[in-house]
């Protein structure tokens, strides 16, 4: 089992600044890729931006030059620097992490996938 624990949602200023953190726990024996999803009100859960093991990532064009992921290996965490913020950024983010339970399910590409249970953002004046 695996355990997200995300931190970092709350209200901000349009201009303003977050940090989202999710830390993973439980028996894994490798996280693969981790990312950022949000879901606004009415709206489908979309992907915002993820980081692979050897920090290759993708983000979503409407967070590009704003958003910054990153993770941390040792401490099996990912972060999200939200720079810029606009009020179309108001939604539910929640962390998603890929994961494999044993070397020989790594070497045959089997990997499980958790959700954490999401943090508020609101972009607001």
């Known amino acids: 089992q695996v355990q997200l624990v995300e931190s970092g949602g709350e209200l901000v200023q349009p201009g303003g600044s977050l940090r989202l953190s999710c830390a993973a726990s439980g028996r894994f024996f490798s996280l693969n890729a981790m990312g950022w999803y949000r879901q606004a009100p009415g709206k489908q859960r979309q992907l915002v931006a993820s980081?692979?093991?050897?920090?290759?990532?993708n983000y979503a064009d409407s967070v590009k030059g704003r958003f910054t992921i990153s993770r941390d290996n040792a401490k099996n965490t990912v972060h999200l620097q939200m720079n810029s913020l606009r009020p179309e950024d108001t939604a539910v983010y929640y962390c998603?992490?890929?994961?494999?339970?044993?070397?020989?399910?790594?070497?045959?590409?089997?990997?499980?996938?958790?959700w954490g249970q999401g943090t508020q953002v609101t972009v607001s004046s």
């Open positions: 980081i692979t093991h050897g920090d290759i990532t």
């Open positions: 998603n992490a890929k994961y494999c339970r044993s070397l020989i399910e790594c070497s045959r590409a089997n990997e499980y996938e958790y």
